[in-house]
Structure formats: structure tokens, C-alpha cells
């Protein structure tokens, strides 16, 4: 008899955005304005109080803005990329992939929260740009 015992580990946390519009509206201000981009950490999660709560294994930022003659292809952690390819090839798992709502909202229009065309790209700006793999 084969004793096969899985261990769990903890998933790698990830940013928690309450509010996509907001933060979309948040990335559109530091993308005009560099000057409104908060400085260090705690000001970013100051600026981000009951928007996003980012997780205690982050321990710095930086903002990195392409231009119009470059392209910055920002790349996610390699453990995170990791962990949510064997999250979503176990055949066990839910088989979904976790989009945010306005996802649905904007796909089945009718079916939830109705939003206008500049909620949808401040909604999609924000994902873009605090998103991590899930």
C-alpha cells in the first residue's frame, strides 16, 4: 500500500484590490503627474488605504513608465509564476481562473454593476498594472 501524502503550502499572497476604478484612477494621477507617485511604501499604502492592501512580503517599490518609443515588458516573480501554473494545471483544482468581477460586468453587460466606457479603462488600468499571477 502506497502512503502518498500531499504537503500544503501557503500560497504566495497577493496585492488585494478592493476598489479597480480607484486604483486605476491612482495609476492614471502617477502616470500624469510622477510628483504624486508615492515616495517609499508606507505612502503607497497610504495612498492605497481601502483601494489595495498590499501584503507584508513586500518590502519596497519603484515605478518604471514606458515611453512612446519603448516598450517595458515588466515580468512577474518566477514563484508566483510558478505557483499559479501548478495551481491551474491541478486537475483537483476549480478549474477557474480568478478574474475580478468587472471582468464579467464588462463581458455580460446587464448581469451586474453597470460601467461606463472610462470606469472600464480605469478598472482595466489598475489590474494591468498592480496585477500579479493568480
Known sequence: ML???????????????????EIGRLVA????????????LGALKAQLAGVAV????????????????QLIIRLPAREMIEESVERMSDPM??????????????CRPG?????????TLLARMGDHTIAQCR
Open 3 to 21: 502512503d502518498i501524502q500531499t504537503v500544503a503550502h501557503q500560497p504566495i499572497p497577493r496585492i488585494e484590490v478592493e476598489d479597480y476604478i
Open 29 to 40: 494621477d502617477w502616470a500624469a503627474d510622477p510628483a504624486s507617485r508615492p515616495k517609499d
Open 54 to 69: 498590499i501584503p507584508e512580503r513586500i518590502k519596497s517599490v519603484e515605478f518604471v513608465q514606458s515611453t512612446l518609443d
Open 93 to 106: 483544482a476549480s478549474g477557474r481562473y480568478p478574474m475580478p468581477q468587472f471582468y464579467a460586468d464588462h
Open 111 to 119: 448581469f451586474g454593476p453597470v460601467m461606463t466606457p472610462l470606469d
